[in-house]
């Protein structure tokens, strides 16, 4: 018993020592935010003293986890002035050794962030490139692609960080998603590599034009997905496999789904398949199915970016437009956007039906086209997000229109929407692993499986219970 207890005591000790080693000072200008509203912004937003505080107190948080300052300050999302010739996929710039001491990453896991030329997506076919950021995580042991000795790469796509700069997940200290994908497949050896979508991260043209995100436009972020993936192996030729696995939830497994409707008329070589976790769909009839989600202010840059002669009037009454200005000048993220856009009318009527939402549906959405397999498609059946019924019908429409597509789909019995990535965990991982080892998919589009808990539905942590936060003291890591 002494024995196991002094080895016990050594190992926290060492602990606390390793950690008041490595502990560097956080930066002044992020930790322990002070920002508060000012009283002209109050005014013009309209807000009362509860949700002024409110969204005080969510900038704040942001902006607490804010891992190099803004990105309006931070020299790496400043795009190099070649950024408006360089064609899509050029690797433009290359921070190699990211400072993991800024960040809360697992240990023994590295991280580099590049700026890659990506390309836009518009209903006018004025398709240009477009500068985007994007994080490299590395494993300490990664595993090899049987068919080319390199590391095995997975590209993967956050779901909603925000819709501005500031919500770039690889400014964030934890990532965005953390341990919920992209940590574990980090952990079990695969190199991630993340875009932050245009617009996010690397927001302002060299000149200082705004770059917009094209929120929820799922051609888009597939480019730049595939960008992002040709970029980090132009960066890493002797590292990086040339084939890859593309992963993505909610916003991301809409860019995932995209990416394989994407391969079906612009082939990459090297595309092994993709995952597309509670994915979006059709965002018009998702709404009419969950209405209070807020889909039509995160939408607003989207339209903007992809529909020529989109006016935010069309979608937001004055008062909706005048706090998404607010949110724009204060550089708010998903934190801040739950405070302000859930009180007061906000939303035109009818805005799913506009000529607009529907050219934006037309050109942007999933389902009821082709795709290049295979395809593994995840869904909770508790998803309050993203309808379990929705994600069905249009596995089910895809499958019916091209019977040939490679398409699985997996639904996980009472899986709320993020926590559906934890449930699955098991289920993407070896399908991944399969990607890699050349393993045939199960025969038939559409195939279905329920995985059910091994005991009941209630008796399960449902939701995700923290956020993975900067430690600043030695008996935070303990």
Known sequence: MASWWLTTALFALSRCVAAQQERISPQNNTFNSSFSLSPSQISSANLNNVTANNVNIAIRFERTNWATGSVLTDPFYAPPLNASSAPSGSILKVEDYTDT???????????SRIVYQSSTYRLDHANTPVPASAFILWPWHPRIDPATGKY???????????????CAPSHIRNLWYQYSAPFILALQGYVVVAPDYT??????????????????????????????????QMAYPDELSERFVVFGHSQGGGAAWGAAQRQARQPVEGYLGTIAASPVTDIP???????????????????????????????????????????????????????????????????????????????????????SGPMLVLQGTGDVVISTNLTTHFVDETCAL????????????????????????RIWLDWIAERFEGKSVKKGCGTKETYRPARRVGAYQKELGYYLEFATQSYEVA
């Open 101 to 111: 001491t800024l960040y809360t990453l697992p240990p023994n896991v590295a991280l």
């Open 285 to 371: 009839l998702q709404y009419r199915i969950t209405p209070d989600v807020g889909w039509p202010i995160d939408l607003v840059p989207g339209l903007a970016a992809t529909i020529p002669d989109f006016d935010t009037s069309d979608i937001l009454t004055p008062e909706g437009a005048r706090r998404y200005d607010l949110l724009a000048e204060i550089g708010g993220c998903a934190s801040a956007y739950l405070q302000l856009y859930y009180q007061g009318e906000l939303v035109k009527p009818g805005w799913a039906t506009t000529p607009a939402m529907q050219e934006f549906q037309n050109l942007t959405g999933n389902g009821q086209r082709p795709i």
């Open 152 to 166: 095995a790469v997975v590209a993967w796509a956050h779901g909603t960080s925000g819709i501005f700069g500031e």
């Open 199 to 232: 617009g996010l991260g690397v927001d302002r043209w060299p000149n200082g034009t705004r770059i917009q995100h094209p929120a929820f436009n799922n051609p888009a972020h597939a480019n730049d997905l595939f960008y992002a993936v040709e970029a980090a």
């Open 402 to 425: 091209y019977p040939d597509s490679e398409i699985e789909y997996a639904a996980f019995e009472g899986a709320d929407h993020v926590p559906t990535l934890f449930a699955s965990q």
